[in-house]
C-alpha cells in the first residue's frame, strides 16, 4: 500500500512519531506489564498528570479510561442520570447519543436544532425530571461546534443539573472551558492523533458527587466501581495499555492547548478561504458562527462528491464520507492537529490540479 494522508474524521491520520513510541514501548516491555503493577501505577498517573497539564483541565476534576465515546454513553446513563436526560442535538452524534441513553433510562428525550442555528438556552424550560443535560461540543457528522460562551450559558441557566459533554472530535483541538461541564469524554482516534480502541473521561467534583450519592455498581463499568479504581491509578478492566502509553508521549511532545487551538484556528480559516476559490465545491454549514474548527463538511453535486473521492484515493489523499443524510452531497476533511503541513499542501494541490 503507498503512503497516504488520511484526512478522515476518525479513525484519523496518526503522528508520525507513533512508530518510536510504540518501538519503545515494546522494548522496555509495556506491551506485556500487569496492569495491576507498579509500572502501570505511575504511567498512568503520569498520563493523567500530562492530560491536566496540557489540557487546562482542572486540578480537583477525575480522569479515567474507558474503551469507546460509544460507551461513554451508556457510562452516563448508567451512572449519572437520576430520572432523565435531556440531549440537545443537531446531527448523528448527539442524536445517537440520546438514543443510547433512552435504552437505559427510559424518560430521555430531547430536542434538535437546525445546522445553522447557534443554540441558546435563553427561552428554554426544562423540567426537574431531567437531572442531566447532554451536549455535543463538535458534531463530527455535519461539522458544528459549540462555543464556550455557549456552554456557559447553558452553565448558569441549569446551575442545578449535571452537564455531560460528548467532546470527541474537540478534545485535544479546542480550547476547552473544562470548569463549565461535569462529564466530559472523547475518543482518542479524532483530535488525539492515536488509534481506535480507548476514551479519556474527564469529571468534576459535582460529577462524582452524583455518581457516588446514586451509587449504582451493577457493571463492569458503573462509575462507582472506576471512581474506586482510578483512585489507585488503576482501571476495572485490562486496559488498552499500549494507547495509554503512546497518549501519555504525544502529549509530553505536544504544545499548550491554547497553541494547538490557535494552530487549528489558522487553518481552518486558511481551507475556508481556499475553497471560496474553488467552483462547485462548498462548506455545507454557512453561518461561520456555528462552524467547526475541527471538522470541514463541503458540499457540492453528488457526481463531483464521486469524482473528488475517487481520484483523490488514488493520489493517496483519503477524504471522508459525507455522514448520514449528507452521505452522497457531501465529503469531510479533518482539521486535526496530527496532520503535517505536507499532507496539507498535497491536499491543496490536488484540488488546484483537478478542479480549478
Ligand atoms: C467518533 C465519534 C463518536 C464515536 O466514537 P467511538 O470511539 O466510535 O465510540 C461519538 N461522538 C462523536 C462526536 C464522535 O465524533
Redesign the pocket.
Known amino acids: 500500500m503507498k503512503k497516504s494522508f488520511s484526512f478522515y ?2 479513525p484519523s491520520q496518526v503522528h508520525s512519531e507513533l512508530p518510536e513510541y510504540f518501538k519503545d514501548a515494546y522494548d522496555k516491555g509495556i506491551l506485556s506489564i500487569n496492569h495491576r503493577s507498579d509500572e502501570f501505577v505511575k504511567l498512568c498517573q503520569k498520563t493523567i498528570h500530562l492530560l491536566k497539564q496540557k489540557l487546562n483541565i482542572p486540578e480537583d476534576y477525575t480522569i479515567m479510561f474507558a474503551s ?4 461513554c454513553w451508556e457510562i452516563a446513563a448508567q451512572s449519572l442520570v437520576e430520572n432523565g436526560s435531556f440531549h440537545f442535538y443537531n446531527g448523528a ?1 448527539g442524536q ?2 440520546m438514543e443510547y441513553s433512552h435504552n437505559i433510562t427510559e424518560n430521555s428525550k430531547g430536542a434538535k436544532f437546525d445546522v445553522e442555528e447557534k443554540l441558546s438556552f435563553d427561552d428554554v424550560e426544562l423540567g426537574q425530571e431531567y437531572d442531566f443535560i447532554g451536549l ?1 461540543q ?3 457528522s455535519n461539522g458544528t461546534q459549540l462555543s464556550m460562551e455557549q456552554l456557559k450559558s447553558c452553565r448558569l441557566k441549569f446551575p442545578d443539573r449535571l452537564i455531560g459533554v ?1 467532546a ?2 474537540a478534545m485535544a483541538g479546542v480550547e476547552t472551558d473544562y470548569s463549565l461541564a461535569d462529564f466530559w469524554y472523547a ?1 482518542v ?2 483530535c488525539f492523533g492515536l488509534p ?1 480502541g480507548m ?1 479519556v473521561i474527564v469529571c468534576s467534583p459535582k460529577a462524582i458527587e452524583r455518581a457516588e450519592s446514586l451509587d449504582i455498581r451493577g457493571r463492569y463499568n458503573s462509575l462507582p466501581f472506576m471512581i474506586d479504581m482510578i483512585g489507585d491509578f488503576q482501571t476495572t478492566f485490562t486496559p488498552n495499555v499500549i494507547n495509554i502509553y503512546m497518549l501519555m508521549r504525544v502529549l509530553k511532545n505536544s504544545e499548550e492547548i491554547g497553541e494547538v487551538d490557535a494552530k487549528l484556528e489558522g487553518r481552518m480559516n486558511n481551507w475556508i478561504n481556499f475553497f471560496e476559490n474553488i467552483d462547485g465545491i462548498e462548506p455545507l454549514v454557512e453561518n461561520s458562527e456555528v462552524r467547526s474548527m475541527t471538522v470541514l463538511p463541503l458540499r457540492a453535486e453528488e457526481e463531483m462528491v464521486e469524482r473528488i473521492k475517487a481520484i483523490s484515493k488514488e493520489a493517496g489523499l483519503v477524504l471522508g464520507n459525507g455522514y448520514g443524510q449528507w452521505k452522497q452531497s457531501t465529503f469531510r476533511i479533518a482539521n486535526f492537529p496530527a496532520m503535517p503541513e505536507k499532507g496539507i499542501n498535497l491536499l491543496k494541490d490536488f484540488f488546484v490540479e483537478n478542479f480549478t
Do not use: I, R, V, Y
Not at 68 to 71: F, L, M
Open positions: 474524521p476518525g469507546s465515546a460509544t460507551e452524534f445517537k447519543w455535543t463538535n458534531e463530527t460528548d470527541t472530535s475518543s482516534q479524532k481506535a476514551a
